[in-house]
């Protein structure tokens, strides 16, 4: 692959690059990264003829060893992150937001080399013809998001199941010194639960605790609805015991729980009971009762339905 060093990208609009690009040959461009940029591109490929392209962060992870009482720094693999696809076509746009929407693409400072944006170029479509690009590139630098920054991108991340993402956010957050809050937990909770991960959900409640950060209404519902979602309701009900002890602490303030979840709390404890009876009812039916133990299965399931849909 032809590579150049990373390079500083000046802010603003830069001008328009001609490139050409021999026959199957590869090229790479590579943009030194801030932090906290937006950076776009606009690729047109010239003649109407198809090439791949791909774009992806990547961060040097270097560590060290004690050689005869000197340390050496060795090279690790690089850590990369995509943020486009390898594609094949005639005209590519696109940008990296490493504000908000690409905030998860850079890991800690502190564990590699300085970052880049690298855009990869590859002529191997039309192998023997070689091809000439346009490339346009600018550069605004934006203000280091906090942590109501970081919520958002994480709450986006429930409509499209995106809990990978979301946990990554949250590694990001640690990385650059901004603290959770309960509603960062609540939103990483809820990508947990659109994606069906119930175990990584009860992770970031138990997270939360580590944090000192006091677990609310909305970090319980997402839990208790997602271990309910995904068939675990003795889970659920040990849930809705730490919910019943955390509304009954006097030492919180008044406004701690929600007043929709202090009226829901006497339904949920009805339904945990009858969870429990026919439970309990499995457990003592006998093996040869074949229809009863049917019956009791088919009510347990209607039950979990019904909690669900009035969760």
């Given at each position: 692959?032809?590579?150049?060093?990373?390079?500083?990208?000046?802010?603003?609009?830069?001008?328009?690059?001609?490139?050409?690009?021999?026959?199957?040959?590869?090229?790479?461009?590579?943009?030194?990264?801030?932090?906290?940029?937006?950076?776009?591109?606009?690729?047109?490929?010239?003649?109407?003829?198809?090439?791949?392209?791909?774009?992806?962060?990547?961060?040097?992870?270097?560590?060290?060893?004690?050689?005869?009482?000197?340390?050496?720094?060795?090279r690790?693999v690089?850590?990369?992150?995509?943020?486009?696809?390898?594609?094949?076509?005639?005209?590519?746009?696109?940008?990296?937001?490493?504000?908000?929407?690409h905030?998860g693409?850079?890991?800690?400072?502190?564990?590699?080399?300085?970052?880049?944006?690298?855009?990869?170029?590859?002529?191997?479509?039309?192998?023997?013809?070689?091809k000439?690009?346009t490339?346009?590139?600018?550069?605004?630098?934006?203000?280091?998001?906090?942590?109501?920054?970081?919520?958002?991108?994480?709450?986006?991340?429930?409509?499209?199941?995106?809990?990978?993402?979301?946990?990554?956010?949250?590694?990001?957050?640690?990385?650059v010194?901004?603290?959770?809050?309960?509603s960062?937990?609540?939103?990483?909770i809820?990508?947990?639960?659109?994606?069906?991960?119930?175990?990584?959900?009860?992770?970031?409640?138990?997270?939360?605790?580590?944090?000192?950060?006091?677990?609310?209404?909305?970090?319980?519902?997402?839990?208790?609805?997602?271990?309910?979602?995904?068939?675990?309701?003795?889970?659920?009900?040990?849930?809705?015991?730490?919910?019943?002890?955390?509304?009954?602490?006097?030492?919180?303030?008044?406004?701690?729980?929600?007043?929709?979840?202090?009226?829901?709390?006497?339904?949920?404890?009805?339904?945990?009971?009858?969870?429990?009876?026919?439970?309990?009812?499995?457990?003592?039916?006998?093996?040869?009762?074949?229809?009863?133990?049917?019956?009791?299965?088919?009510?347990?399931?209607?039950?979990?339905?019904?909690?669900?849909?009035?969760?």
């Open positions: 692959m032809s590579e150049r060093s990373p390079t500083e990208l000046a802010e603003g609009e830069g001008p328009t690059e001609k490139i050409e690009i021999l026959a199957a040959a590869r090229f790479a461009r590579k943009l030194l990264l801030d932090g906290h940029e937006r950076i776009t591109w606009n690729i047109q490929v010239l003649d109407g003829y198809d090439i791949f392209f791909s774009a992806k962060v990547i961060q040097d992870q270097r560590s060290e060893i004690l050689c005869e009482g000197h340390r050496v720094g060795l690790g690089d850590r990369s992150r995509v943020v486009a696809e390898r594609t094949r076509g005639t005209h590519f746009s696109g940008q990296l937001d490493l504000s908000l929407e905030a693409c850079l890991g800690d400072a502190a564990g590699g080399g300085r970052p880049y944006l690298q855009l990869e170029f590859d002529n191997y479509f039309s192998y023997f013809t070689p000439t690009i490339l346009q590139q600018s550069k605004s630098a934006s203000a280091a998001p906090d942590v109501e920054s970081y919520n958002s991108a994480i709450a986006s991340c429930e409509g499209q199941k995106q809990w990978e993402r979301a946990l990554s956010l949250m590694d990001r957050m640690l990385g010194g901004i603290s959770p809050n309960a960062s937990f609540a939103a990483t809820g990508a947990c639960k659109s994606a069906g991960q119930w175990a990584m959900a009860l992770d970031q409640l138990g997270s939360m605790r580590h944090a000192g950060v006091l677990p609310d209404t909305a970090c319980y519902t997402a839990a208790i609805d997602t271990c309910e979602a995904c068939g675990h309701g003795e889970l659920a009900i040990r849930l809705m015991h730490e919910l019943g002890q955390v509304a009954s602490d006097e030492s919180l303030p008044d406004d701690y729980l929600s007043e929709q979840a202090l009226l829901q709390m006497p339904r949920r404890t009805d339904l945990e009971e009858l969870e429990l009876l026919l439970a309990e009812s499995l457990e003592k039916c006998p093996p040869d009762a074949t229809e009863l133990f049917h019956h009791l299965r088919s009510a347990k399931r209607s039950l979990a339905t019904y909690a669900a849909s009035h969760g």
